[in-house]
């Protein structure tokens, strides 16, 4: 068991040892942390994963059984869960997976390579598995929907300044393979399952500690620390370069809406300022001496295209860079005073955009360049650090980054300030609202890969599209022999018996028609457009609940019930309400 280390605790304060409390603790404060104290937190903890249960399927090796014992078995199940997915083919999943694979085995095993293996095997073990849990009566299913739904409200809330707040999750990641974001370079890495000895837990001194839910188990850590927001973490004891693992209050808990608001706040003040600082990161673009043109191109650069500043990654993530790590061999001068960046950004998505710039910031740039290697640094006398304390002279508490949830906030109510309703109806006006928030979500780059079963979505909708629309000819039809009595339609399907009813019905198939036509166009420009990204983290959420109210669209129509939670504080924003 861990020493206590909690330096904030005098020594008179420290709980006495049990199998499951001692202490250690990793900050992680709010933004106004001294405005925010918790009075009581109790009755929060964790889950387990059940333990694994062998199936004694064995693996072929170059066309021999080969026999493995519980816990190889157990990595040998993980990668046949990912053969014929995406991840079985990325090159560095498949070589990090290997060389664990093979550690796992041991020197001296028949196995000396992942190509030889074939785990049909236990493929088809995994899949009747799935299929018997598909076919578990009724009952059962219930019953293990009340067994969860038990364990959640036991588990799933703490009382905070004596309000019950909902935990975000309480069941720690299961044992697999590590997928990383983008193109993580330990992605295939194994994830070891994790112990009671992992867990840090963080409890109001004075309240009941979460009994550990493994008898013989004990928790790594109790502390009782009321300036953070996290109530448990842990680590994999095995990825040494993953990050820590949180537990948290929900996103609908006020220490989230409160730390939400007052971003966007930051944010909305920058407008206050924005004049002032545009104008003198132009006069440093202008200006004779070097470094203060480079901190004026990269500003004018995060300012125009919303990109991240950079720098804010670890040696063990993928090579993504943002404005101030920019190489230049990311770069591109093209004519016209047109530029073209091409990178890996965050979670390894590609930023590629050819836009054109005023001249000085392009002739700054082609200084920048000029006598470099393509592997040095665009912008080489600045770093992240440097301009955020510039930007902090301007408004206390600025950096760069403030100015990405600035511009995406300003292009979504500027976006929507373009609306003319012509009575048009909801799903039109959804329509246009999500054409503002992929105008956001272009400027901040999320994009998304097209789902890979896109197509057949797509021509499953256009099926039922065409089955309405011939449902249209044959009402039409059908009002004709209403009206003039020949000609009477040939159909097994049931028939208004007089015209009125006829043309109601021709109305509403007309509407569902139209609807369905909105929808396909919308999937269809979306598909490779991330639109959640900025909806949840970047765009003002009261900008949407103004407009909403003003147009008379229903929130629920924009917001799903989890953002609706998140963002309970935004829905008393008025319809005239501006960012």
Request: hydrophobic share 35%; proline share 4%; with cysteine.
């Amino acid at each position: 068991m861990a020493a206590y280390n909690n330096k904030s605790m005098e020594a008179e304060d420290l709980p006495k040892k049990r199998k499951h409390e001692s202490s250690h603790w990793w900050e992680d404060d709010l933004e106004d942390k001294s405005t925010i104290k918790w009075n009581s937190l109790e009755h929060h903890g964790v889950m387990f994963p059940p333990l694994y249960q062998p199936h004694g399927m064995p693996i072929l090796y170059n066309g021999e059984h080969v026999s493995l014992t519980p816990e190889q078995e157990e990595v040998a199940t993980m990668w046949a869960s990912v053969v014929g997915t995406e991840w079985e083919t990325k090159e560095i999943f498949r070589k990090n997976f290997e060389k664990n694979w093979l550690r796992v085995l041991g020197e001296n095993h028949t196995i000396k390579s992942l190509d030889g293996c074939d785990f049909k095997g236990i493929q088809a073990h995994i899949e009747a598995q799935r299929e018997l849990r598909k076919a578990r009566p009724t009952e059962e299913k219930k019953a293990e929907r009340e067994i969860k739904q038990k364990i959640d409200e036991e588990m799933g809330y703490a009382i905070v300044d004596n309000v019950r707040e909902k935990i975000s999750n309480i069941i720690v990641e299961p044992p697999g393979l590590f997928r990383g974001r983008g193109q993580h370079p330990k992605a295939g890495y194994l994830k070891a399952r994790l112990s009671p000895e992992d867990i840090t837990i963080n409890v109001g001194k004075g309240n009941k500690v979460p009994i550990c839910p493994l008898p013989g188990h004990a928790w790594k850590n109790v502390t009782h620390n009321s300036t953070v927001t996290w109530l448990a973490f842990y680590k994999d004891p095995e990825l040494t370069f993953s990050n820590v693992k949180y537990v948290y209050l929900s996103a609908s808990s006020k220490f989230k809406g409160l730390n939400d608001k007052l971003k966007y706040e930051k944010a909305r003040r920058l407008k206050e300022y924005i004049e002032g600082i545009r104008e003198n990161y132009h006069g440093k673009i202008r200006s004779e001496n070097a470094l203060d043109r480079q901190l004026g191109s990269a500003l004018y650069l995060i300012d125009k295209l919303a990109l991240r500043v950079g720098n804010e990654k670890s040696e063990d993530e993928a090579d993504t860079v943002g404005c101030c790590s920019l190489r230049v061999e990311h770069i591109k001068l093209e004519e016209d005073y047109h530029i073209t960046l091409d990178f890996l950004g965050k979670d390894s998505m590609r930023y590629f955009n050819t836009v054109q710039i005023i001249p000085e910031v392009y002739e700054n740039l082609k200084g920048f360049i000029s006598g470099k290697d393509k592997e040095n640094e665009l912008f080489d006398l600045i770093t992240t650090t440097s301009l955020n304390e510039y930007l902090k002279s301007f408004m206390e508490g600025l950096s760069a980054k403030v100015f990405r949830t600035y511009n995406a906030s300003i292009c979504l109510q500027q976006q929507l300030a373009k609306f003319n309703e012509l009575d048009q109806t909801v799903e039109e006006k959804v329509k246009f609202y999500t054409d503002a928030n992929r105008e956001v979500a272009i400027l901040c780059n999320h994009q998304k890969s097209t789902p890979k079963n896109f197509d057949a979505q797509m021509e499953k909708l256009q099926d039922k599209l065409k089955e309405k629309l011939d449902i249209i000819v044959m009402l039409e039809d059908h009002i004709k022999f209403l009206k003039n009595g020949k000609n009477p339609v040939k159909t097994d399907k049931k028939l208004p018996t007089n015209e009125e009813s006829a043309r109601k019905a021709l109305a509403r198939a007309k509407t569902t028609v139209k609807n369905m036509e909105i929808r396909l166009k919308m999937k269809d420009d979306n598909k490779t457009v991330a639109l959640g990204t900025s909806k949840i983290n970047y765009m003002d959420p009261r900008i949407t609940v103004a407009w909403c109210k003003k147009e008379e669209v229903p929130i629920e129509r924009i917001f799903p019930k989890t953002l609706r939670a998140k963002f309970i504080w935004a829905m008393y924003a008025e319809p005239s309400w501006q960012f």
